[in-house]
């Protein structure tokens, strides 16, 4: 279930920051969890077959599609926004999605993708696990894609650790209504973790920071270690640079909580990101004057 108060507050503050409906918004304890029960029901409900995907990656933003029993198919990257490019001529009977990956927070124009998943009867999966909260919108500003991934995860935006989100587009009820029914039956019905991966969740951050400490030279052995007592949740476990995945899991108290604290800084965050990597696509016009830390910075309007 998407579980206590803290869990409802949560979704509500993502649906405030999109323009959504809190209904629509899942919780999971991580992003790679939402998109394994995203390509498992595809793959039960439409049946296997390929995802057309970016080669630029993760690999836990690949395995959900293998462990579903899919296959993907890598397209081009356009050089502009890092993500696929026109990918038309990849798309065939045996094709279910296609995944726009907003890569480092660069959501590039999204209307050709949906152009070509409505012509193919295709569902349009958007992995905004590098911006969470931000979705690519139409020319009228409504979401483009039919389900989003977003991610509160080890090296994201927001310094938690663990959290991740999926937003299923309502209007998937009336162009997918099997798939539609399935993903937000399975999303509701994740199981929470257990007593071992919430003590993992719980001193993630206090062991990383201890960690990062060591002189140099004792960290590398110090962290396999860790992970190897299990003590460490690694971003990327070893067996997932295989391929596999463990079952999907839902959020619970302590992230939701992290979560009510840093979503509401997330403004801010993204002003650090635009300062630092001018990664934002907008023109500097469409960005507004704020004060950060009692200096001049600039934001997204
Ligand atoms: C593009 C992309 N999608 C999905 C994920 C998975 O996010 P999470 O760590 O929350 O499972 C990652 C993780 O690095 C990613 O880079």
Known sequence: MNGPSSGGEVRRILANATGTDPDDWHLCLKARYGMA?????????????????????????????????????????????LSISDPAGLISAATRAIVAQ????????????RALADRHHLVLVEDSAHCVARLARGDDGQPLADVSIHSAGIEKVLPIGFGGAVWVNP??????PGFHHALRTRLAALPVPGFATR??????????????????????????????????????????????????????????RKLLTWLPRLPQMYVLVVECTKSDNREPEEHEQCQLNGQPAFRAR
């Open 199 to 256: 003590f993992r969740v719980r001193i993630y951050r206090g062991l990383a920071g201890i960690l990062a400490r060591l002189p140099r030279s004792l960290r590398p052995a110090a962290r396999r270690l860790t992970i190897a007592a299990r003590l460490l949740e690694p971003p990327v476990a070893a067996a997932e640079r295989a391929g596999r995945q463990p079952a999907p899991l839902a959020s619970y108290g302590f992230v939701d």
């Open 37 to 81: 029960v995203v390509f498992a029901g595809l793959a039960d409900v439409e049946g296997v077959g390929q995802v057309v995907t970016t080669p630029y990656t993760c690999a836990t933003a690949v395995n959900p599609i293998l462990v579903a029993g899919l296959t993907p198919v890598y397209a081009d990257l356009d050089p502009a926004s």
């Open 102 to 113: 907003n890569t480092l927070g660069i959501i590039g124009d999204r209307s050709g993708l």
């Open 171 to 176: 209007r998937l009820a009336a162009t997918h």
